[in-house]
């Protein structure tokens, strides 16, 4: 159509017609011309050899810098993976080490007739908390008055949402005031007249049987981990995969429940493992109600605070990085007294939910989140 009026343009303005390929000419000088010019051209002639290649090399520059990262990042995993590896095995030949020195342990006392059992360390312990030492030579007659026939009773802590074992019972004040007044009418210890230890101060035995419940409270998630044949030494040790489950093995020697499981018929074993739902299982399942005909209750004797007082002594210090139960109320109670800790036992119960833990040899809190709770909850002590 352009060509055709060309031609007709060529022939008002010449007097003849133009021939097509001069047509043809004149269109294409007249295209460069509107191209020089800035003016509109169809898309097809905008079309620049030099911005295709532009965007070429750069989607290959994309496409190598993400295939060298790619590449990078499966490095790193090989060698992460590689490395845990080593680390995997290296754990696991020293735990076959470990095994095979307890085994020969086990094999050399076995040779010689030596049967340990808990009460037998328990003894040990009871025999040098109550032997006079720097540590704990000033005591208080009050504390060392023995818990004769207290009822111990598997129950359920509301406040720690958890089955737990507990003092129900615990003699009565007449009873108390009898065997101090029998203690002071007779040749008083020495270590009654020293200064009073803030360890052990003098308590009723209401706060007693508070402290004791307080520390039996924290040890609930290891209520499952004793087996009677830690309490007798008739005992051969345990070897089976599910004794080590149910804790037959475990070193839950130095804790305030070994002492109140000691005198514990099996039976209370037996219900202890049932309130949780499988062993290492962190739900929990109500024991029956103390009031019912299926309640697990138990007569004990020698829970005293002197007697914790002597494992808590026998412990690691306050350096260490992980602190006890046990540790635990006697240090609260020499930092801010028995009334301060005891106004204030259900908030900190409260606050050591899920932070009591049981690395296979008892129940520990670590120093840091102990330290933190407590500056929480009662503040910074005095003096």
Request: overall charge negative; aromatic content about 6%; some cysteine.
């Amino acid at each position: 159509m352009l060509l055709s009026q060309l031609s007709s343009l060529s022939s008002l303005v010449f007097g003849f017609p133009l021939e097509s390929t001069d047509t043809t000419m004149i269109f294409k000088a007249w295209t460069n011309l509107r191209i020089g010019s800035g003016q509109n051209v169809p898309a097809d002639d905008q079309a620049s050899p030099s911005k295709a290649e532009q965007r070429r090399a750069q989607v290959r520059k994309a496409q190598i810098q993400h295939r060298q990262r790619k590449a990078n990042y499966v490095k790193t995993l090989e060698t992460d993976a590689e490395r845990y590896r080593e680390m995997i095995a290296t754990t696991r030949r020293e735990a076959l080490a470990i095994h095979a020195e307890n085994e020969a342990i086990k094999a050399q006392l076995l040779q010689h007739s030596l049967k340990l059992s808990l009460d037998q360390n328990l003894f040990l312990t009871e025999q040098m908390a109550s032997t006079p030492s720097p540590r704990n030579d000033d005591h208080e007659a009050y504390n060392m008055l023995p818990l004769e026939d207290i009822t111990m009773t598997l129950g359920y802590d509301d406040i720690m949402n958890a089955p737990c074992y507990y003092i129900s019972s615990s003699p009565s004040p007449s009873q108390f005031g009898s065997s101090v007044n029998s203690l002071e009418g007779s040749a008083a210890p020495e270590t009654c007249s020293a200064a009073p230890n803030p360890h052990l101060p003098e308590m009723t035995p209401q706060q007693i049987q508070q402290a004791i419940n307080f520390i039996l409270a924290l040890e609930h998630i290891c209520r499952d981990h004793s087996h009677p044949s830690l309490f007798s030494s008739s005992s051969e040790f345990p070897s089976t995969d599910e004794d080590c489950i149910t804790g037959r093995e475990s070193g839950h020697t130095l804790m305030a429940t070994s002492l109140a499981l000691r005198s514990a018929p099996s039976n209370v074993f037996q219900a202890a493992r049932k309130t949780k739902l499988f062993p290492g299982s962190s739900i929990s399942i109500r024991p029956p109600a103390p009031d019912s005909s299926d309640a697990v209750s138990w007569q004990a004797s020698g829970l005293t605070l002197q007697s914790l007082y002597g494992l808590a002594c026998s412990l690691h210090g306050k350096d260490d990085a992980e602190v006890t139960p046990v540790q635990v109320w006697f240090e609260l109670v020499a930092r801010y007294g028995v009334d301060a800790v005891l106004g204030a036992i259900d908030q900190m119960k409260r606050e050591f939910i899920g932070v009591v833990k049981c690395p296979h040899y008892g129940a520990v809190l670590e120093r840091e989140a102990f330290e933190s709770i407590v500056g929480r909850v009662l503040g910074s002590a005095s003096g």
